[in-house]
């Protein structure tokens, strides 16, 4: 939310949380009003007991509780349509401060509620991400926009992996003191494996087009410097670059997972439109599925283990050509917190890409917390598969 | 943090967000102190221009910073242990401010720091979860209980899958009356479909013992009136769950995932020692792999579609018997944003499982976001499973 409101040029000053109580509401509500001129609060607008949000801050404006028709309609027809039993407790929504402007909620029955009070706003939602921000994209953004007359802020974030952000800083401090001084801003936005960069500048007088091409040259010289790291740019996911890549070569992909689990298969598939290059994959957990899914050699297996260079191919190849995929990408390894060795630490990843021409492998070391290793298997996966498609190698 | 600061007998006040702005720190701190004894602070330290936490920090406290040798030499060891090169940024991570007391980060080289001031304390942290929770379970909290001398917390954590909490509230309102009446707290905590149930009370004079019991002679109400959706207490997983139940009664587990992409599988394989009871899966995204791999009939997928009764259930037989498993979970549906039609909209599930007697499958909606739709669907899965595992269903 703090990313969106700073597009429609509002600055972000502090974001509070408390716990579900009347007093610390208010309190929070009006300390809020000394600093800022629109308050956003969600959570709290629930059918339960601990929900005490709508309450308190109807009493808090001065207002009190009404049925609203068209709201107490648009709840009863999202019960019939979807089958579902109405409760008294969901027709209790539809009971809504009289002063406020409401915000429909198409998603649930907790709907945005819209507060002015000397100028300034509040606007009361629902905590549930997926229906806040709904009812923001849909029309709290809008009226926020004709409320308030702000200079927008242009920002683009470049996205990297592969990188961590000391090294990246290490390789840019010209070009960030060069944006600084120039009055833009850099925020390094760290998770793991991955780093995104915010480069961001006010567009004041209407030069927000000016500002939006200078923030592109300053993104050439990143892409200038570190081409391989660089995936893409604001909320695209590196399995839909790469999704985009494949689509428009006409080309397709499988996988054969073991340490990742499924991880590639999802962050593949939480892309719409992916059935358009993704063809499917295996997660070969067991090695007697490695031998008889994937065709991987019992002999490789009993010689060289299942997390070695020679089964992580062999596994990539077999995807490869039991789903008939242009490309395969194949992970095995010891994401642990068991299973290391002397040889082989917990950490041990190795990732195997096929195509049409070759098959290369390459070992990686993720360290010794599990998640941290599946994630960032799967990233270093798409990422390497990706260069490699743009660099021809496989073909 | 709050969860584990609350189990320590402290009582989370309000949580801030504020820029990496000096001025806005400082205030912070001082509005802070006023209302709470422990004050953590996470985020800033990393080796950037954008990270002023430290200096800042020192300034506020009346100190100034150092190198410290042990800590440098942690960083060195680290750095020559995984190979990775050693910048001067990296070195200086090792400067920290004198009067406070060092909380080792052996997971980064943003170490925790421990300041005092008029019996209250503040506890800097690197902003990486990974880190943070590691310093405050390594060190951390410890040092807190030592400090403060406080009445624990006791409290309980009910998991439940496939309600939601209006249809929970209205069914335990006489139970929730009453636990609110002997002094007790129920907090409702929602994340798509899953609501976790929170029971917590005060242990004073000792009396930890006596809660507890209290606390479960409520659980074991819940329990009996929400058999089915209950799936474990505490930090569990509905997958962890899951895959204990598997182990205990030496049975295995396959998946043929369609809609849900791999999502099964990485929830599965997330949890340590997985690969006891999983075997495998497919994700079977193209009709050909369904065919050709899971050896779904041409004819099915012709007559009744991918997303459909027949399909499904022949997905379970498929994987079950290509990875010579116990069970099997199968997942066809249409995901969205495209694909939905009148008779099948989007949102449409078909979830099949197989056992050594028996196939059941069953249709869901899910409702209009892609990503709910492939989370529920994989928890749905999940704990239906255990369900007919544990009524014999299957056999």
Redesign the interface.
Known sequence: MGEQLYLHGIR????????DVPT?IVA?VDEAFTRADLVLVTGGL?????DVTKETLTAYFGTKLEIRSEVLTEIENAFSS?GRKM?E??RKQAELPKSADILLNT?GTAMGMWFEKDDKVLISMPG?P?EMKGIMREYGFDKISKFFKTNPIVHKTVLTQGIG???I??QITDW?TSL?NEGFF???L?S?GMVRLRISGYAENGNAEEIDSRIDRYIAELNRRFPKYIYGTGRQTLAEVLGNLLREQNQTLA?A?S????????L???T????DY?????????N??KV??LGVSANTLANHGAVSENTVKEMANGARS???ATFAIATSGI????GGTDEKPIGTVWIALAGPGKTVAKKF?F?K????T?TISAHSALNWLRNKILSGVLE
Chains 1, 2 share one sequence.
């Open positions: 972000l000053n502090k974001i509070v949380t408390i716990s610390e929070a629930g059918p339960t007991q601990d979807s409760l407790v969901h998603r549930v997926y952000e000391s090294y800083a290490e960030e600084r850099l925020a390094y760290p793991p996988l997972e340490c990742t689990g499924g991880y590639i298969g999802h593949i598939t939480s719409p439109g992916s059935s993704f063809m499917g994959g295996v997660v070969a957990y067991s007697d599925s008889n899914i039991k789903f008939n994401a642990g917190p068991d070391n360290g917390s599990r998640s941290r599946i």
